[in-house]
């Protein structure tokens, strides 16, 4: 047998390969044909012995190839280019199939991108299956807590044994980071992390080198280096001011590494020990700051066996501290942290899984049109299938041609998709960049995704055309030679494949009306306060000398002498964020659970009432006085008072901050109206609205409410500069109207909105092609049976009714198998909606309506086309 090598250089040097064994095969031969000149035989008798000894130089050159090279896969290169000059001789056909799949390949692909990058990728660090976050059950809100204090965090890296290492880390955000003798104006997000942190991770430093605890020093993450140093390559040793404190660069995070919380990239790390002195309003004392605390197991041990230790060890520490421990023992566990922390993940888990699934259903769509189209070329094909029939070619040689011209389209769609997804991916993380759970996604094609896309490609492939294949190689030879009829009997399938496509867009027309719905009645709800008008300015410190404004200055008046303000005021937290829980108790009021005890609040400043519109129902506003002493008064809403008193006649009664044994007591003064406040899903969450205490003239970390006389242009460049000048060390993060407010806080219902409404009107796009394309064929097909029918008496009417009746037949059995379907479909996301049920019966009907009226569109050219058939020419057509 040949070498290895030499078999590979004969399949890709076919020309040479040829060349030289047609002049060893004739070398051969002439040797014969000297031996049989030699014996004494003519010439031409000669050379005819020779070539029957030798057995036919076609045959010998057939084996030799066989014998030299790899015939399957020189079979599927043939096979390839076959299939791509057949793509070329038909580009109309080709350009059609591609371009369904494309849409259908580059949606799932798009999707797939965000899903990989939130749900599935493990952090860029090392051996990631080995590092687990200490978390704690809050039975209140449901949801895994990660809050522990640096003291405990010191203790359990001083005590546990099933660890190869601790380290703390926590978020900040925070504006005006003193750069190279520059204020940076926008939003630092900073990582407060113990020396131990990058080591633990095992991230090296691109450049430079990793901090200890308590060093004046920082390290950026390598896409803040681009953007605030353009990637200078003396950035080591440079400063960062941060509060008056200096901190120096000493090393940048690796391109891939941005910090354990997916979705929020960190900007630079500090250590933990900093902290205090350089991050305004964080707290003094280091033993109380707030950390994060993740682990990497020792090798070989079991995470069960290290959740035991850490239970163990946590209840001694816990006993030591008191009522200082930020969790209880019992509820201690260890997480998986090889994915990262994200609390995006959770809000975006189903949403995505939902758009999955629509994506999903499009590719089928695609998949029926692309099949449809082949089984239509098929036929049009059937007497070339018949030749190669008839010439000894097997029906499974047949299926695979078929089959790979499937596989070619498919790639070639392949492509195509992932040049959509490319495009669609930036749309797609824009709008999981906006609302209170920002995700920060940088999506590019990677390794996974390429090869899920080529996963995909050859499914689909496999797919829709699979079935085409095998049925054109079933061709009767006997049928086609003799010309055979091309009756309905003869489209099936393709007629089934339409109302599969049917089907599936109803479904997805269903959702994508459910999920509009949903957004337009979120927009459209009563918010308890009055949107128009309303500003939100929401603020930062930054490092100038002073925090606030200057002594004695009133800055809500200095605001509210501005040309077209009505009223100011703040609050610590703000509209439209996320929720802020607090524990409160009623004397006397039984609560069966945590859960039943816990309340969202914030903190006001005076005249918060006036500014946002929300009606007072009982009792009085907060007035500075109530700003300056201990928190003992208090405004609840509805929600709250109903709760835990039964009645709304609440005004002057008590209730605990806290509970019953260390609860502050609070006077309620006041009653106001349910308002979304937190979330527009909520908007008679349980409320609670203290004052925001003595320094409530710093409007440093606070959201001011500026209600405005009207549209008032200019207004917020005129807030922006009197801030800037009445408080220099005051930075403002964002300055919003409330109704963009509401658009962030509804990025998620946006999202699926906009993806399942596209997608919606993509599968109505693809259903309408592909029933367009099948009543086009059928009645070309037809031509000969409607010239019997003219030549008979039908009328245009009668013809153009018969061919409209055949598809709005294949529409109404869509529609009725897509109904139940959709009714299905509709109950698995009915958690996602708000404000309509998941079986609603007008959107049902709009969507069954909108198809079957999308169907006779569809159908009407080409009833038109057959009511215009000469019968003439129609009984010599076959």
């Given at each position: 047998?040949?070498?290895?090598?030499a078999?590979?250089?004969?399949?890709f040097g076919?020309?040479?390969?040829?060349?030289?064994?047609?002049?060893?095969l004739e070398?051969?031969?002439?040797?014969?044909?000297?031996?049989?000149l030699?014996?004494g035989?003519?010439?031409?008798?000669?050379?005819?012995?020779?070539?029957l000894?030798?057995?036919?130089?076609?045959?010998?050159k057939?084996?030799?190839?066989?014998?030299?090279?790899?015939?399957?896969?020189?079979?599927?290169?043939?096979?390839?280019l076959y299939?791509?000059r057949?793509?070329?001789?038909?580009?109309?056909?080709?350009?059609?199939?591609?371009?369904s799949?494309?849409?259908?390949?580059g949606a799932n692909?798009?999707?797939?991108?965000?899903?990989?990058a939130?749900?599935?990728?493990?952090?860029?660090?090392?051996k990631p299956?080995?590092?687990?976050?200490?978390?704690g059950?809050?039975?209140?809100?449901?949801q895994w807590?990660?809050f522990?204090t640096?003291?405990?965090?010191?203790?359990l890296q001083?005590?546990?044994?099933?660890f190869?290492?601790?380290?703390s880390?926590?978020?900040?955000?925070?504006?005006g980071?003193?750069?190279s003798s520059?204020?940076?104006?926008?939003?630092?997000h900073?990582?407060?992390?113990?020396?131990?942190y990058f080591?633990?991770?095992?991230?090296?430093?691109t450049?430079?080198?990793?901090?200890?605890?308590?060093?004046?020093?920082?390290?950026i993450?390598?896409?803040?280096?681009?953007?605030?140093?353009?990637?200078?390559?003396d950035?080591l040793?440079?400063?960062?001011?941060?509060?008056g404190?200096?901190?120096?660069?000493?090393?940048v995070?690796?391109r891939?590494?941005?910090g354990?919380?997916?979705?929020?990239?960190?900007?630079?790390?500090?250590?933990?020990?900093l902290?205090?002195?350089a991050?305004a309003r964080?707290?003094r004392q280091?033993?109380?700051?707030?950390?994060?605390?993740?682990?990497?197991?020792?090798?070989?041990?079991?995470a069960?066996?290290?959740?035991a230790?850490?239970?163990?060890?946590?209840?001694?520490?816990?006993?030591?501290?008191?009522?200082?421990?930020?969790?209880?023992?019992d509820?201690?566990?260890l997480?998986?942290?090889?994915?990262?922390?994200?609390r995006?993940?959770?809000?975006?888990r189903?949403?995505?899984?939902?758009l999955?699934?629509?994506?999903?259903?499009?590719?089928?769509?695609?998949?029926?049109?692309?099949a449809n189209?082949?089984?239509?070329?098929?036929?049009?094909?059937?007497?070339?299938?018949?030749?190669?029939?008839?010439?000894?070619?097997?029906?499974g040689r047949?299926?695979r041609?078929?089959?790979?011209?499937?596989?070619?389209?498919?790639?070639?769609?392949g492509?195509?998709?992932?040049?959509?997804a490319?495009?669609?991916?930036?749309?797609?993380?824009?709008?999981?960049?906006?609302?209170?759970?920002a995700v920060?996604l940088?999506?590019s094609?990677?390794?996974?995704?390429?090869?899920?896309t080529?996963?995909?490609?050859?499914l689909?492939?496999?797919?829709?055309g699979?079935?085409p294949?095998?049925?054109?190689s079933?061709?009767?030879?006997?049928?086609?030679?003799?010309?055979?009829?091309h009756?309905?009997g003869?489209?099936?399938?393709?007629?089934?494949?339409?109302?599969v496509?049917v089907?599936?867009?109803?479904?997805?027309?269903v959702?994508?009306?459910?999920f509009v719905?949903?957004?337009?009645?979120l927009k459209?709800?009563?918010l308890?306060?009055?949107?128009?008008?309303?500003?939100?300015?929401?603020t930062?410190?930054?490092p100038?000398?002073r925090?606030?404004p200057a002594?004695?200055v009133d800055i809500?008046?200095?605001?509210?002498?501005?040309p077209?303000?009505r009223?100011v005021?703040?609050?610590?937290?703000?509209?439209l964020?996320?929720?802020?829980?607090?524990d409160?108790t009623?004397?006397?009021?039984?609560?069966?659970?945590?859960?039943?005890?816990?309340v969202?609040s914030?903190?006001?400043?005076?005249?918060?009432?006036?500014a946002?519109?929300?009606?007072?129902?009982?009792?009085r506003d907060?007035t500075?006085?109530?700003m300056?002493?201990?928190?003992?008064?208090?405004?609840v809403?509805?929600?709250?008072a109903?709760?835990?008193?039964?009645?709304?006649d609440v005004?002057?009664r008590?209730f605990l901050?806290?509970?019953?044994?260390t609860g502050?007591?609070?006077?309620?003064v006041?009653?106001v109206r349910?308002a979304?406040y937190?979330?527009?899903?909520?908007?008679?969450?349980v409320?609670?609205?203290?004052?925001?205490?003595?320094?409530?003239?710093?409007?440093?970390?606070?959201?001011?409410?500026?209600?405005?006389a009207?549209d008032a242009?200019?207004?917020?460049?005129?807030?922006?500069?009197?801030?800037?000048?009445i408080?220099?060390?005051?930075?403002?993060?964002?300055?919003?109207w409330?109704?963009?407010?509401m658009d962030?806080?509804?990025?998620?219902e946006?999202?699926?909105?906009?993806?399942?409404g596209l997608?919606?009107?993509?599968?109505?796009v693809?259903?309408?092609?592909?029933?367009?394309?099948?009543?086009?064929?059928?009645?070309?097909r037809?031509?000969?049976?409607?010239?019997?029918?003219?030549?008979l008496?039908?009328?245009?009417?009668?013809?153009?009714?018969?061919?409209?009746?055949?598809?709005?037949?294949?529409g109404?059995?869509?529609?009725?198998?897509?109904?139940?379907?959709?009714?299905?479909?509709?109950?698995?996301?009915?958690?996602?909606?708000?404000?309509?049920?998941?079986?609603?019966?007008?959107?049902l009907?709009a969507?069954?309506?909108l198809?079957?009226?999308v169907?006779?569109?569809?159908?009407?050219l080409?009833?038109?086309r057959?009511?215009?058939?000469?019968?003439?020419?129609?009984?010599?057509?076959?």
């Open positions: 047998m040949r070498p290895l090598w078999r590979f250089r004969s399949l076919r020309h040479r390969a040829e060349r030289d064994l047609a002049q060893e070398s051969h031969l002439q040797l014969h044909v000297d031996d049989n030699r014996a035989l003519s010439p031409a008798e000669a050379r005819r012995q020779a070539l000894k030798l057995g036919g130089l076609d045959a010998v057939e084996t030799c190839r066989d014998r030299r090279g790899f015939p399957a896969l020189e079979h599927l290169v043939r096979d390839v299939a791509i057949m793509a070329g001789r038909s580009p109309a056909f080709a350009a059609a199939a591609v371009l799949l494309a849409l259908g390949i692909t798009a999707i797939f991108s965000v899903t990989d939130l749900l599935l990728k493990s952090l860029p660090v090392e299956d080995q590092l687990v976050v200490f978390a059950w809050d039975n209140a809100i449901h807590m990660y522990f640096y003291r405990e965090f010191q203790e001083r005590r546990t044994q099933s190869s290492g601790l380290a880390t926590w978020t900040a955000d925070r504006a980071i003193l750069t520059r204020v940076d104006e926008g939003m630092t900073i990582g407060i992390v113990s020396g131990s080591p633990l991770l095992g991230v090296s430093p450049i430079g080198r990793s901090f200890a605890d308590g060093e004046a020093a920082a390290v993450s390598y896409a803040y280096w681009e953007r605030r140093f353009a990637l200078a390559p950035v040793g440079r400063t960062l001011g941060m509060n404190q200096v901190l120096t660069i000493v090393g995070a690796p891939p590494f941005s354990d919380s997916v979705g929020q990239p960190i900007d630079l790390w500090i250590p933990a020990a902290a205090p002195k991050i964080w707290p280091l033993a109380t700051n707030p950390v994060r605390i993740i682990a990497r197991l020792k090798p070989g041990a079991g069960k066996q290290a959740e230790e850490a239970r163990t060890v946590y209840r001694q520490i816990a006993r030591e501290m008191g009522p200082l421990a930020a969790e209880s023992p509820r201690l566990a997480l998986p942290e090889g994915q990262g922390i994200s995006p993940r959770e809000q975006y189903q949403s995505l899984l939902v999955s699934i629509v994506a999903g259903l499009v590719l089928l769509i695609a998949c029926a049109n692309a189209l082949l089984l239509t070329r098929s036929e049009a094909r059937r007497q070339e299938i018949a030749l190669r029939l008839a010439l000894g070619a097997g029906r047949i299926a041609q078929l089959l790979i011209e499937s596989l070619v389209l498919a790639m070639a769609a492509a195509a998709g992932l040049a959509m490319y495009c669609g991916t930036s749309g797609l993380a824009q709008l999981a960049r906006g609302g209170p759970w920060d940088h999506l094609p990677d390794g996974r995704v390429l090869a899920y080529a996963a995909l490609c050859l689909t492939g496999m797919v829709f699979l079935s294949a095998v049925s054109a079933r061709v009767a030879i006997y049928s086609v030679v003799k010309g055979g009829s009756g309905p003869r489209f099936r399938l393709g007629k089934l494949l339409v109302v496509q089907a599936l867009s109803l479904v997805l027309l959702a994508a009306g459910l719905g949903t957004l337009r009645r459209s709800q009563d308890g306060f009055e949107r128009q008008h309303l500003l939100l300015v929401r930062a410190a930054s100038g000398s925090k606030g002594p004695g809500y008046q200095q605001i509210a002498r501005i077209g303000v009223s005021s703040a609050s610590h937290f703000g509209m964020t996320l929720a802020v829980f607090t409160v009623v004397p006397g009021h039984p609560s069966d659970s945590p859960a039943d005890r816990v969202a914030d903190q006001i400043a005076p005249h918060y009432l006036e946002t519109g929300m009606r007072l129902l009982a009792g907060l500075a006085h109530d300056l002493q201990p928190p003992r008064a208090a405004l809403n509805q929600a709250m109903l709760r835990f008193f039964g009645s709304s005004v002057g008590r901050w806290g509970d019953e044994a502050v007591p609070i006077e309620i006041g009653v349910d979304a937190n979330a527009l899903r909520q908007p008679n969450a409320m609670v609205y203290f004052p925001l205490g003595p320094d409530w003239q710093d409007p440093s970390d606070a959201c001011l409410v500026v209600r405005t009207g242009p200019g207004i917020a460049a005129q807030i922006r500069e009197q801030l800037h000048q408080a220099p060390g005051v930075a403002i993060r964002s300055m919003d409330v109704q963009a407010a962030q806080s509804l990025a998620i946006r999202m699926v909105a906009w993806i399942a997608f919606g009107a993509l599968a109505l693809l259903a309408c092609l592909g029933l367009y394309g099948m009543m086009s064929y059928v009645a070309a037809r031509t000969h049976e409607i010239g019997i029918r003219v030549s008496g039908a009328t245009p009417a009668v013809v153009s009714r018969m061919v409209l009746g055949d598809a709005l037949g294949l109404f059995a869509g529609v009725l198998i897509g109904i139940p379907a959709a009714l299905l479909g509709s109950r698995l996301v009915a958690n996602l909606l708000f404000g309509i049920a998941a079986t609603d019966a007008p959107t009907a969507s069954a309506l198809l079957l009226a169907v006779g569109l569809a159908a009407w080409p009833a038109w057959a009511s215009r058939v000469d019968a003439t020419r129609a009984l010599r057509c076959e």
